[in-house]
């Protein structure tokens, strides 16, 4: 089966820069998609087709990719990014599949 | 303006059948491309693709859980409705009802539906 890989958490002091790596061996084939769910809330999409930020998401998300690893980037850190981030990709037959999340703590 | 609302019971017995309905606004389901799918979540665990129906009638299903779901639409109501079979405590979670994009993500998200299964 297909799947993703996450590390579990990632911590970070506020204005510095975090890091979220996602693994998956269909990751050079298959798009790749980050959201980001906060407390009590649905998850929002905030990179899309690996670099691609929706409307109204802060230009400090940014998305990459390299070989099987695709990486959300924040770029100075505020309190309000505090949340789990999930990547997301799709499978080529036609199913989707999430990692398993990242918690990430802004110290 | 793109709005999807899930509805359901809130509590479902081990054994019974789950139909949650998926009712939506602000795009349809005929249009080229568009698809919606169902997402679930266990309380404090990570987010699981159950199924998805598309604008030209395909389907598809989670592998690990494609016996028990069964997906279907209305595009005359704006309705999608998920159905899984034979729930069982592990299958409480909040349910997702969302518009996916055919090339593979998920643009617009339904507030959810907390489904406990217990007797």
Partial sequence: SYELTQPPSVSVSPGQTARI???GDALPKQYAYWYQQKPGQAPVLVIYQ???RPSGIPERFSGSRSGTTVTLTISGVQAEDEADYYCQ????SG???F???TKLTVL | ???LRESG?????????LTLTCTFSGFSLTSREMCVSWIRQPPGKALEWLARVDWDDDIYYSTSLKT????????SKNQVVLTMTNMDPVDTATYYCVRDQEVGYFDYWGQGTLVTVSS
Avoid: E, M
């Fill in chain 1, 21 to 23: 790596t996602c693994s």
């Fill in chain 1, 50 to 52: 690996y670099i691609k």
């Fill in chain 1, 89 to 92: 990709s799709a499978h080529s």
């Fill in chain 1, 95 to 97: 199913t989707r599949v």
């Fill in chain 1, 99 to 101: 990692g398993g999340g």
């Fill in chain 2, 1 to 3: 303006q793109v709005t």
């Fill in chain 2, 9 to 17: 019971p809130a509590l479902v017995k081990p054994t019974q059948t």
């Fill in chain 2, 68 to 75: 028990r779901l069964t997906i279907s639409k209305d595009t």
